[in-house]
């Protein structure tokens, strides 16, 4: 099943209940819309965590929608394997995509160095916001693969 039908069906679960379709709304847009770290950077990251969880979490503004067109089609074409492409990704990127990664896997086995390249590279506003996005990022993504997997 495709990013795209794992959407549509997180979309119809929450219709379900309008209230909540506009609080996760209400919730999800800011990250994006306020800039404390670069959208297309937090797309790199939605598209990341996608892949590994195999759910997505679909747009939730125009913001994420102009983050996934302004994306390099040569970067979500890579993303699956991003550290066998040095010239491809940027030094933030990589280090955003290194802890995007832990932190689906296990956040609590976050490094001290893999949480200071990202506070390096986005300072300490940009870290605190990155990590909210990866939190729903990746509760969604995990929510949207499994509305999938039910009867």
Not at 16 to 28: K, Q
Not at 96 to 113: G, H, K, M, T, Y
Request: net charge negative; with cysteine.
């Amino acid at each position: 099943m495709s990013a795209t039908d794992l959407a549509t069906t997180f979309e119809r679960v929450l219709a379900l209940r309008p209230e909540l379709r506009d609080a996760w709304r209400d919730f999800t847009a800011p990250f994006w819309e306020k800039r404390l770290v670069d959208p297309v950077l937090l797309e790199l990251a939605r598209a990341r965590v996608g892949q590994m969880l195999g759910g997505s979490v679909p747009d939730a503004c125009d913001a994420m929608r102009d983050a996934r067109d302004a994306l390099d089609p040569r970067k979500r074409a890579a993303l699956a394997a991003w550290w066998n492409h040095d010239a491809l990704f940027t030094e933030t990127e990589r280090a955003c995509l290194r802890f995007a990664e832990q932190f689906v896997l296990d956040p609590q086995e976050i490094s001290d160095a893999e949480a200071h390249a990202v506070k390096q590279a986005l300072g300490d506003a940009g870290l605190v916001a990155f990590v909210g996005a990866l939190a729903i990022l990746d509760g969604f993504s995990r929510f949207a693969r499994f509305a999938e997997t039910q009867p």
